[in-house]
């Protein structure tokens, strides 16, 4: 990863009008989301290379000329489009923004789950607390609240956090089946996504979903539906609290992109946790997205990004982390990495860990 360590080669021109892009940047952000919302970008898109005028555009639509021609204008100046000849025609930015999951999937997780809470960014890193979840529910943390969601806010939620974890799913299930887990501790599962996954992978694997009760009545509903109830137990549990119960002795423990809801000094108590509940021949897989191990620039810049939801929204003390920061915890807590794989699915790595030696 080398992104980061020289400095851009702009001329000072465009790195004061990117300076400009970063002032008006919400503006920017809303306006792609109407020109969406409104269908504007999807019928620019249908009229290809022939193009489409102002007075199509409003003969077709439910919002007035002016709305309509605002929009035009800052989409022209965003880059989405281009016109000539009085025709509108998309660009390859709106070409993307509209026909690309992963733009859809951040741009709606950060308009419903984050926009209104993203206000309360100074604050949160002031106080070291989510000062923005309270435009979602009266939480501590986002994650009691989760099943409590708005519909929409729910959903966008859960798309966000499933696009990026079920890309990984093929290509994970060998890798973990490897070792011929017989239980399979999912730590924080959620839905039960992975679960579903696993035991449609091997129909003799067991497994826990150690969750808060919320997410447990959901995943438990979900297996009933996937007909493996018989195969996937909840274990209700708090992970911040040390008196609750952590799974013992199982043959594999799971944590997909759950690590990074939680401060380093929480990591590290999970983690000796579960340790503590490990045979010596158990294993432990950690899988993230690491800021430093993206292979795209891309990669780097929405995972760094998305630290600040933690920050404002989620908890107010979690982030994703730089990969040595992970390792180093997972050292600290009595478990070494026995194997180290980048590139899976969308930017993740993951980390099988063991106990150390005593």
Known sequence: MSFYQSPKKISAYDAKFEAQKIAFAPVSFQVARCLSQFGLLAQ????????????????????????????????????????????????????????????????????????????ELEASLRNGKAEGLKYLGDWDTIYPGLSQLPEQVKRSWFEFDHYYSDHAFDSLLPLIFRSKPQHIVDVGGNTGKWAFACTGYDDQVNITIMDLPGQLTVAMENAKINKVADRVHPLETDLLDSDKPFYQHADLYWMSQFLDCFSKQQIVTILKRAAAAMRS?????????????QPYEAGAYCVNATSLYFTAIAN????????????????????????DIDNIGIGHTLLRCKKKPC
């Open 281 to 293: 021949d158990s294993e432990l897989c950690i899988l993230e997205t690491y800021w430093d191990r």
């Open 316 to 339: 107010g003390n979690s982030r994703m982390y730089h990969s040595k920061d992970m390792l180093k915890m997972i050292s600290e807590a009595g478990l070494y990495v026995d194997e």
């Open 44 to 119: 620019i898109d249908a009229a290809g290379d022939q193009g489409i005028s102002l007075a199509q555009l409003v003969n077709d639509a439910d919002v007035s000329e002016y709305a309509i021609h605002v929009l035009l204008d800052m989409g022209l100046s965003m880059g989405l489009l281009w016109c000539k000849d009085e025709l509108y025609r998309l660009d390859k930015t709106g070409h993307f923004l509209l026909h690309d999951d992963m733009a859809a999937k951040n741009l709606n997780f950060i308009h419903d789950v984050c926009y209104q809470g993203l206000f």
